[in-house]
């Protein structure tokens, strides 16, 4: 799968570390049959605040903020697949939580790879079921304490 990660922001991020844990991600736990035979491209786009209230607003309907925004154009663009992340969103809840922002860029691209899956987060019944499945995931990829990808 060929992945492409862009940064629009002013901010450095590694973008290095997002391609090896979308690699990383993606050879895990059956990711293969699920979105493998799925998509021949997954791009990742950060994007400042005032991007992401645009794109929430104009795509989903929503007139607010989000931390991921996830495209599924299978087929129909020879098999594509966009999460959008917002880094200001990102640096507030890796403050929250306690995270290094590349963490929580970390996560915030699994859960846009568990989107692309078919898990969603519209209800409490299916948030529960997705974030079981993303802790379940970070944990076998011994994300805590914070790994390192060679």
Known sequence: ?????????????DLKFLEKFAKKILSFDKFETKILKKFSELSVAIVDEKKMVILNKQYKKHNY????????????????GEIIICLNQAKKQAKELNHLLKEE??????HGILHLA???????KMRDKMFKKQ????????????????
């Open 65 to 80: 903020m989000t931390d991921v925004l996830t495209f599924d154009y299978g087929l129909q663009f020879g098999g594509q």
């Open 135 to 150: 802790n379940k995931i970070l944990k076998e990829l011994k994300f805590y304490p914070f790994f390192k990808i060679s």
């Open 105 to 110: 860029l970390g996560i915030l691209l699994l």
């Open 118 to 124: 078919g898990y969603d987060d519209e209800t409490k």
């Open 1 to 13: 799968m060929k992945i492409e990660i862009n940064n629009s922001t002013k901010d450095k991020i």
